[in-house]
């Protein structure tokens, strides 16, 4: 089945220590987004890809990077881990720019900051 | 800015019918999304509205009055599965794909 996958489900990582997060698509899909989902909150983006066209959350810290290399992957960096970063991480795709486009979301990773 | 509001719970029984209330502020409307999450898994798309009025499909039903800034999200004959959490989320701008989520409304349901 077509769908988005995130590994791994879960993450631990030490506080500071660099952490990548993973996320391929076989929809083939143009638009790929990370949220971050803490405890009892609200899904939070933190930036979107369209196509190659990296698009920043003005609140986003600087601390989380992304990279696309190319339409199925994309992946999300945290340089310095605090352990306010930990939270579920949920990457979405989209097909196109469209008023009634649904988000189609991973299963998420779950991170943890020691 | 981006508000979106939701109840923290809400407990329901088996079979019966439960509405979830959703109220927003946002700049720009560009549409509004019902997803289902369960614990600790990915957000499904339930239903979406742009107009105004009901949208059904199957047990579940959503509605929108843009000129309240409202919507609603109406399940019936409430199943144990049912039990997860529904966020209710607005895209703002015109365009854009990206979506404001509340923090979502925990739904138990009893037998």
């Known amino acids: 089945d077509a769908m988005v996958i995130q590994n791994p489900r879960y993450q631990v990582t030490q506080f500071g220590k660099p952490v990548t997060l993973s996320c391929s698509q076989t929809?083939?899909?143009?638009?790929m987004y990370w949220y971050q989902q803490k405890s009892s909150q609200a899904p939070k983006l933190l930036f979107h890809?369209?196509?190659?066209?990296?698009?920043n959350e003005a609140d986003t810290p600087d601390n989380f990077q992304s990279r696309r290399p190319n339409t199925s992957f994309c992946f999300l960096d945290i340089r310095s881990p605090g352990l306010g970063d930990a939270a579920m991480y949920l990457c979405?795709?989209?097909?196109?720019?469209?008023?009634?486009?649904?988000?189609?979301f991973g299963s998420g990773t779950q991170l943890s900051v020691l | 800015g981006q508000n979106i509001d939701q109840p923290t719970e809400m407990t329901a029984t088996e079979g019966a019918i439960v509405q979830i209330n959703c109220t927003y502020q946002?700049?720009?409307?560009?549409?509004l999304f019902w997803y289902q999450q369960h614990a600790g898994e990915a957000p499904t798309f339930l239903s979406y509205?742009?107009?105004?009025g009901l949208e059904e499909k199957g047990r579940f039903s959503s509605f929108l009055s843009r000129s309240k800034g409202y919507s609603y999200l109406l399940l019936k004959e409430l199943q144990m599965k049912d039990s997860a959490s529904y966020l209710c989320?607005?895209?703002?701008?015109?365009?854009?794909?990206?979506?404001?989520f509340g923090t979502g409304t925990r739904l138990t349901v009893i037998p």
């Open positions: 979405a795709t989209s097909g196109r720019v469209s008023e009634n486009e649904k988000l189609f």
């Open positions: 929809l083939n899909h143009n638009v």
């Open positions: 890809y369209y196509d190659k066209d990296f698009n």
């Open positions: 946002t700049s720009g409307f560009n549409g």
């Open positions: 509205n742009v107009l105004d």
């Open positions: 989320a607005v895209r703002g701008k015109t365009g854009a794909n990206n979506l404001f």
